[in-house]
C-alpha cells in the first residue's frame, strides 16, 4: 500500500520542482524558444564546435593537471624517478612537471591531451575565422560577433602561451627570455614593465606564479565569458547559411537544437575528445625531460614555438638586426620594434576589417546568406594575400631548420622569406582574384548553356557540336545567386564639398568592385534556353 503511494505521489513532487522553477526563472520559456533554434547541416560549421569541444577537453585535463603541479622557482635537488636528472638543481615547478610525467599515474597522458587540446583549439578557431571571412558571414549584424570570435582567437595563443611557460624548462625559460628581451625593447617604459611582470631582474622569482594565475584563472574566465557572449549572438542574429533555391534569409536549413541537434553534438563532442586522446597517447609533445630546466647559459638548436606563436618568433628572426638608433639617451631598437608595431598592426587589421568592406561597401543591409569566394574576388584576394603574410612569417621562424635539413645558406633562406615576405602577399592577391574572375566566367557560361557533356553529335547539315546538359535547379541557383555591387561615386556633402574621405572611400570602392562580372540576368538565361531548344 505504501509502495503504490509513494509511486503515484513522485510524478507529482516532479511537477512541483519543474513549476517552482518555472514561475521563478522561466525555465520552460527558455528552453522552448532556444529549443527551436535552427543550426545548420553543412560539414564546414563543425569548425566552431571542434574549438569549443577542444575547450571543453582543456578545463577537464588543466583541472586534473593543478592538482599536481606546483607554480613555484625555488631552487631544489631532484630526487624523482627519472635517472638522468636525478641529483640536478631545477624549480620545484619543472620537478613537479616532472613528477607529473613519470610519477602521477595518467599524468603524462594528462599533459599531452591537455596540450593537443590547446593546439587543436587555437587551429579550430582559426580555421572558423577563415570561413566566416570568406564567405562573408561577419557583414551587419554579424560585425561585433567576429571581433568576438577574433577575441576568442588572441585569449587562445595567450592560453597557450602562458601555460607553455609553465614547466621552466630549457624551452620556456629561453621563450620568457625572448620576450622579456622585446619587452625591454620598448623605450621610456620598457625596463620598467619586464620589472614588474618578471618581479624583479629576469628571470625573478614569481613569473611562473604570474603565468599560472593568468593560466588558470584569468585567461580561461575570459574566454567563457567571450564565448557565451559569442554564443548568445548566435542565437540573436540566428545562423548564416547557404544559398539555394527556396531559401531566404529566415529560411535556415539545418535541425532544431532540441532534440537532434543536442544528440548529434553530444556524439560529436566524444568524437573530438576521442581523437585528442588518440592522438595524445600516440605521439609525444612537449618532451621536457630532454632539455632540462632553465639554464641561461645553453640555447637549444632546432627548437620551435608551438605554431600558433611561431608567426611572432619569424617576424623578429625576418627583420634586419641592425637598425638600432640611439637618439637623447634611449637607443630605438627597431629591429625589435618593426616586429612588433606590424604584429600589432596586422591584428587590428584582422579584428576591424568588417567595419572596413562595410564603409567600403556602403552596404548596411542585414547578411544572412553566405557569399562564395569566387563572387567576392576582392575579399577573397585579400584573405588569401592575408594568409600568404602569416605563411610567410610563420616559415619565417624556421630558417635555421629549413637551411640544415635541405643544405642551404641560412643568409640565402633567411634573404629570401624577407623578399617573399613583400612580394608573396602581392602574388597571392593577382592570381587569387584572377582565379576567382575566371571561375565566374566558367559559372556564367556553365549557367547560359549547361554542363558539358563530352558527347558530339553531327547536325543534318553537317556540324558537329557537343551536347550541353542543363542544370538542375539548385546547381543553376547557386550559380546565379550573388549580388552584383557597383563602385560608389564621390558626391558632395552639404556644404557642395566633396572632402578627402568621401574621395579615399570612393576610391577605395573603385579598387574593390572595378574588377567584376555581372551575374546572369533572367533576360540573358531566357534568350540561352531558347537558343538551346531551337538548336535541339
Not at 513532487?13 to 520559456?29: C, H, S
Not at 631532484?78 to 636528472?85: F, M, R, S
Request: contains cysteine; glycine residues 10%; hydrophobic residues 50%.
Amino acid at each position: 500500500m505504501s509502495t503504490t503511494t509513494a509511486t503515484k505521489a513522485k510524478p507529482g513532487f516532479l511537477a512541483d520542482r519543474a513549476n517552482f522553477l518555472d514561475e521563478r526563472v522561466g525555465v520552460a520559456g527558455i528552453l522552448k524558444e532556444f529549443g527551436r533554434k535552427i543550426f545548420p547541416d553543412h560539414w564546414s560549421f563543425m569548425l566552431g564546435e571542434v574549438a569549443l569541444y577542444s575547450f571543453l577537453v582543456l578545463l577537464l585535463s588543466g583541472t586534473f593537471l593543478t592538482f599536481f603541479f606546483q607554480p613555484a622557482m625555488t631552487p631544489v635537488i631532484y630526487d624523482g624517478v627519472y635517472g638522468p636528472l636525478k641529483g640536478a638543481e631545477m624549480s620545484i615547478a619543472y620537478a613537479s612537471t616532472l613528477d607529473i610525467s613519470f610519477e602521477v599515474r595518467g599524468g603524462l597522458l594528462m599533459r599531452q591531451v591537455h596540450h593537443w587540446a590547446a593546439l587543436l583549439f587555437v587551429a579550430a578557431a582559426g580555421l572558423h575565422m577563415l570561413r566566416v571571412f570568406f564567405t562573408g558571414a561577419f557583414r551587419k549584424p554579424r560585425e561585433i560577433n567576429w571581433v568576438v570570435g577574433f577575441m576568442l582567437f588572441v585569449l587562445g595563443m595567450a592560453a597557450g602561451f602562458t601555460g607553455y611557460s609553465l614547466p621552466d624548462d630549457l624551452l620556456s625559460g629561453n621563450g620568457l627570455r625572448i620576450i622579456d628581451g622585446m619587452i625591454k625593447a620598448i623605450p621610456v617604459v620598457g625596463a620598467y614593465v619586464s620589472s614588474l611582470l618578471f618581479g624583479g631582474q629576469f628571470p625573478g622569482e614569481s613569473i611562473v606564479a604570474r603565468l599560472y594565475g593568468l593560466h588558470i584563472l584569468l585567461v580561461p574566465a575570459l574566454i567563457l565569458v567571450f564565448i557565451v557572449i559569442h554564443l548568445f549572438m548566435v542565437v540573436i542574429h540566428k545562423h548564416t547559411h547557404y544559398s539555394g533555391p527556396g531559401r531566404t534569409d529566415d529560411n535556415v536549413v539545418g535541425y532544431p537544437l532540441m532534440p537532434v541537434y543536442v544528440a548529434k553534438a553530444g556524439g560529436f563532442f566524444f568524437l573530438v575528445f576521442g581523437v585528442i586522446m588518440l592522438v595524445a597517447a600516440t605521439f609525444t609533445i612537449n618532451p621536457v625531460w630532454n632539455y632540462g630546466g632553465y639554464d641561461p647559459s645553453p640555447v637549444s638548436a632546432g627548437t620551435q614555438p608551438d605554431w600558433y606563436i611561431g608567426w611572432l618568433d619569424g617576424a623578429l628572426r625576418l627583420t634586419p638586426s641592425h637598425l638600432e638608433v640611439s637618439s637623447g639617451g634611449v637607443t630605438w631598437s627597431w629591429n625589435i620594434l618593426i616586429p612588433l608595431i606590424t604584429s600589432l598592426v596586422f591584428l587590428a587589421v584582422v579584428a576591424i576589417y568588417p567595419f572596413v568592406e562595410a564603409w567600403v561597401t556602403g552596404d548596411q543591409r542585414e547578411h544572412h546568406v553566405l557569399d562564395r569566394p569566387r563572387n567576392a574576388p576582392t575579399r577573397t584576394a585579400i584573405g588569401v594575400a592575408g594568409m600568404v603574410f602569416y605563411a610567410d612569417l610563420w616559415a619565417g621562424a624556421s630558417t635555421d631548420i629549413i637551411a640544415t635539413n635541405f643544405k642551404m645558406s641560412l643568409n640565402q633562406v633567411l634573404t629570401f622569406f624577407q623578399i617573399m615576405l613583400i612580394l608573396g602577399p602581392i602574388i597571392g592577391y593577382l592570381i587569387t582574384k584572377r582565379a576567382c574572375l575566371s571561375l565566374q566566367r566558367k559559372d556564367r557560361e556553365i549557367a547560359l548553356h549547361g554542363r558539358e557533356t563530352g558527347r558530339i553529335v553531327r547536325l543534318p547539315h553537317g556540324e558537329f557540336i557537343e551536347v550541353h546538359e542543363p542544370l538542375d535547379a539548385h546547381a543553376l541557383y547557386r550559380l546565379v545567386s550573388f549580388d552584383t555591387y557597383q563602385p560608389i561615386m564621390p558626391r558632395p556633402n552639404d556644404q557642395g564639398k566633396i572632402t578627402v574621405s568621401t574621395r579615399l572611400r570612393a576610391a577605395m570602392s573603385r579598387w574593390f568592385f572595378e574588377d567584376r562580372i555581372e551575374p546572369v540576368t533572367q533576360t540573358e538565361l531566357t534568350a540561352a534556353q531558347k537558343h538551346a531548344a531551337i538548336g535541339h
